[in-house]
């Protein structure tokens, strides 16, 4: 909670938590030489995870800043979604819905909390469904993946708004595998996510229903599968495979939890890996999506084939000089991610790859409903000049601009920003968050930067 001590060891927190362990289905040493956790399953799992998260240790071990609460929301879609938020103390203000990516937590927005609740906003942040302190979700690699498909996480963003008393948000913000959620929700219920941030990750559009087939037009060329393209990219040389697919293998939890360097120092490369720290994180728009130009791409999103994403990620780890320096993301906050992550698993968290993105056929089945609509409200897109998430999809940050988001007010590129863009440049995150809000059409016979001024 704010003002407590930070605990900087991982050790320390396993410690605290280790006897609320029995409903993970593990039991956990502690490696203190790496920092990380050797993990054991046990024979029997839990389907449903339903921690009692008020016998956990405070969230974020200490490092959240004064001023943002840490508390659950119960009977949201059949989760408690735990949140993190500020701004709260006033009533009546503009609401900010703020979702995660991957591998994040509500944790990953705390340096724009703050300056957005002191420009008027009540900022919310949950831990998504298979993150994090939210429980209710099933945490087993064979689980019902119904749940995680994107119109049920539209679901759970507009149940937790509607939980916590508002009608609408003035905007929902999401980065990476949060982007396409929050395009979704404004794409689906304008009504409520009056606004909409993409962040890293644009939103190509609806996929598209056959038109005018029975009068003989020729029907849609069907999109490469994420299969299709693995079977290109294991024809070069080195041979290499789409992260995606390997991020839906039944292996990836224990590649990435059991991590040979430890689990901290897994995180550490990961973000670092994919940050403007690393200097060969240069962009640029592909072609085509073919092997030969998706081949440009660093090895965490076109992986080498023989490797999973631990040993992809290993020999990016930071000197000791580079971690000191890393301002952005200090050890006690890396200890965050490893602590929850730890006790979590991946699992719930990789979800989301099997059937919210790629050629999932029931969930392309689901979104056909809606062919046809575009994203109508004022939206922007955010990323940083050192961040491939904004290319990997060849052809879709042209697709958002010119057809997906009708009312598109922003491209922004920020620079000394890699993929972690909301963590690596706060100012200029909150900076471009808040005009953007300032700048929204009037609400009530009123603009809201009449509202926001009014709140504060």
Not at 371 to 391: H, N, Q
Not at 412 to 419: F, I, N, Q, R, S
Request: one cysteine or more; charged letters at 20%.
């Amino acid at each position: 909670m704010p003002g407590e001590e930070t605990r900087n060891s991982v050790t320390e927190i396993q410690a605290n938590f280790a006897a609320d362990m029995s409903r993970r289905d593990f039991v956990t040493t502690v490696s203190v030489a790496t920092g990380g956790f050797a993990l054991t399953q046990r024979s029997a799992r839990a389907a449903v995870v339903r921690t009692d998260i008020a016998n956990l240790p405070p969230y974020g071990n200490g490092t959240l800043p004064p001023g943002i609460r840490s508390r659950p929301v119960a009977n949201v879609n059949g989760l408690t979604v735990h949140i993190l938020e500020a701004g709260y103390e006033v009533p009546g203000r503009p609401a900010v819905l703020l979702l995660h990516g991957f591998p994040e937590l509500a944790y990953s927005w705390r340096k724009v909390m703050l300056p957005l609740a002191a420009a008027g906003c009540h900022v919310i942040a949950p831990d998504q469904r298979g993150y994090g302190r939210t429980t209710g979700w099933d945490d087993s690699y064979d689980a019902d993946p119904d749940p995680f498909r994107i119109l049920n996480m539209v679901r759970d963003a507009l149940g937790l708004v509607f939980a916590l008393g508002y009608r609408e948000v003035a905007a929902v913000v999401g980065h990476d595998a949060g982007s396409p959620i929050a395009a979704w929700s404004a794409l689906i219920r304008p009504d409520v996510f009056r606004s909409v941030i993409m962040m890293s990750s644009p939103f190509a559009g609806v996929p598209s229903l056959p038109f005018n087939t029975a009068n003989g037009a020729a029907p849609p060329r069907p999109a490469q599968t994420d299969d299709e393209l693995d079977a290109e990219l294991a024809k070069l040389s080195p041979p290499r495979k789409y992260y995606q697919n390997y991020q839906r293998t039944r292996g990836a939890n224990d590649d990435m939890l059991h991590a040979p360097q430890g689990l901290h120092a897994f995180f550490r490369a990961y973000y670092h890996y994919k940050s403007s720290d690393w200097k060969g994180n240069k962009p640029h728009p592909l072609k085509a999506r073919t092997a030969a130009e998706m081949a440009e791409i660093p090895t965490y999103y076109v992986m080498e084939r023989d490797k999973g994403m631990a040993a992809t990620v290993a020999p990016f780890m930071p000197s000791a000089a580079e971690i000191a320096q890393c301002r952005w993301l200090t050890e006690a906050e890396v200890d965050v991610y490893a602590t929850e992550y730890a006790r979590t698993q991946f699992t719930g968290a990789l979800q989301g790859y099997r059937v919210r993105r790629g050629s999932d056929p029931k969930s392309i089945a689901e979104m056909h409903t809606f062919s046809g609509r575009t994203i109508d409200v004022p939206s922007m897109f955010i990323g940083g000049t050192s961040d491939w998430g904004v290319y990997q999809t060849a052809g879709s940050t042209e697709s958002m601009q010119k057809t997906a988001c009708t009312r598109m007010v922003g491209f922004h590129l920020v620079d000394g920003a890699g993929h972690w863009v909301q963590q690596e440049q706060p100012g200029k995150v909150t900076e471009l968050l808040t005009k953007f809000l300032q700048d929204q059409p009037p609400r009530d016979g009123k603009p809201l930067a009449e509202n926001l001024r009014t709140a504060q």
